[in-house]
């Protein structure tokens, strides 16, 4: 079955630095990928909708210039998380097709 | 009022029970619905995908849609206490093949 690689799954950065999260779609070509941010016990919440060759677009509410969305072959997109702060904590999760990745659990400090 | 809607919960029943989870829905060109189950501190993984009305069963499972009611359910038979999780629908229109619209997710609690 479809396979969506995301690394890295657990990351604590210091407040102020960058952070990129890889979402890999394994054996097959993602033209679009999701993220999606999840605070504890809570819903999905789309970020962004990235497509492969173009920008990304953005949710209401959320940040263009601190989540940096490239997308840049139909197998990878990553997402930057500039300047974290300990707000940004939280579980981001990509998903390409209906498979998602295994997510990402960031930690600011 | 949201496009979809799912008791949070959270669900607890005993090892074995017949779990019946429930989403309904306020769109009535949803086409395709599908079930996640999401462990705790991991991304959701698809269980069940369904088109239009009807009923689909794979092994514990049955996903059932209504689209007359705007109702879907997942069933879980002898459940067990890996079942444990947040079991999230989401739907999707026809002519958007990307754009999932999921529920609030319920959590599910299998006890021995």
């Known amino acids: 079955g479809a396979v969506v690689s995301q690394h890295p799954s657990w990351v604590i950065c210091k407040s102020g630095t960058s952070v990129k999260i890889e979402c890999r779609s394994l054996?097959?070509?993602?033209?679009?990928m999701f993220w999606y941010r999840q605070f504890p016990k809570q819903s999905l919440m789309l970020m962004a909708t990235s497509n492969e060759g173009s920008k990304a677009t953005y949710e209401q509410g959320v940040e263009k210039d601190k989540f940096l969305i490239n997308h840049a072959s139909l197998t990878l997109s990553t997402l930057t998380v500039t300047s974290a702060h300990p707000e940004d904590s939280s579980f981001y999760i990509c998903?390409?097709?209906?498979?998602f990745g295994s997510g990402t659990r960031l930690t600011v400090v | 009022q949201k496009e979809v809607e799912q008791d949070p919960g959270p669900l607890s029943v005993p090892e074995g029970a017949i779990v019946s989870l429930n989403c309904t829905y306020s769109n009535s060109a949803f086409q395709y619905f599908m079930w996640y189950r999401q462990y705790s501190r991991k991304g959701p993984e698809l269980l069940m995908y369904?088109?239009?009305?009807g009923n689909k069963e794979d092994g514990r499972f049955t996903a059932q849609v209504d689209k007359s009611s705007k109702y879907i359910s997942l069933f879980i038979r002898d459940s067990q206490p890996s079942d444990s999780a947040t079991y999230l629908c989401a739907m999707r229109l026809t002519y958007n093949t990307d754009k999932l619209i999921f529920g609030t997710g319920t959590r599910l609690q299998v006890f021995p």
């Open positions: 998903r390409g097709g209906y498979t």
């Open positions: 369904t088109y239009s009305s």
């Open positions: 054996d097959f070509q993602a033209t679009t």
